[in-house]
């Protein structure tokens, strides 16, 4: 992680599969370029760059080192898929310290209590994005809220607490079949 005074930005992850609803990513860097022109902007991906993304903001495959550094120096992150399962980057972003602002696709909803840490917004709502993401660059307090409240949601995904719930799990499974 970088310093807390070194995050300047904002950054996602691109893919341009349907699910990943490039044009709702494209809608909203767009947005973001259009009115805070000098806000950085950070995407990877490990698809091509899309023309509309300019090459300075964009990695292609980047190595972990630069995925962390991408998330550390991004005050807010945002998804913006129209169907996740169990969107990894969201837990990445907030073990980074970043604030979340994402899609109600599915999994997030298993990560984001939407106004506790984080942002859950209308799927294809480029305007309502752009605006969670401009409230949380915007009001220090909140993002730092959410980046509190993050920290207790990274720890429910931990290795030790997926152990342990799967011990858990079998060994009631295991008891139901016994006894």
Known sequence: SVPESDRDGVGTIF??????????????IEGLRKSNP?????????????????????RRLPSKEIIREIYSKSRVWFL???SE????PIL???????????????????????????FLCEVGNIKQIKEKIEVLLSNEKLRKQFVEESK???QKFSWDNSVDKLERVLNSIYQERVG
């Open 15 to 28: 893919g341009d599969g349907y699910h990943k609803d490039p044009e709702t990513v494209l809608g909203v």
């Open 38 to 58: 000098d806000l950085p902007i950070r995407v990877f991906g490990a698809c091509r760059r899309p023309k509309a993304i300019p090459a300075e903001i964009y």
């Open 80 to 82: 913006g898929s129209c």
């Open 85 to 88: 399962g169990f969107p990894a």
């Open 92 to 118: 990445e972003a907030m073990a980074c310290g970043c604030a979340v602002v994402s899609t109600d696709c599915g999994g997030p909803r298993d990560m984001i209590q939407d106004g506790v840490n984080g």
């Open 152 to 154: 207790k949601t990274v």
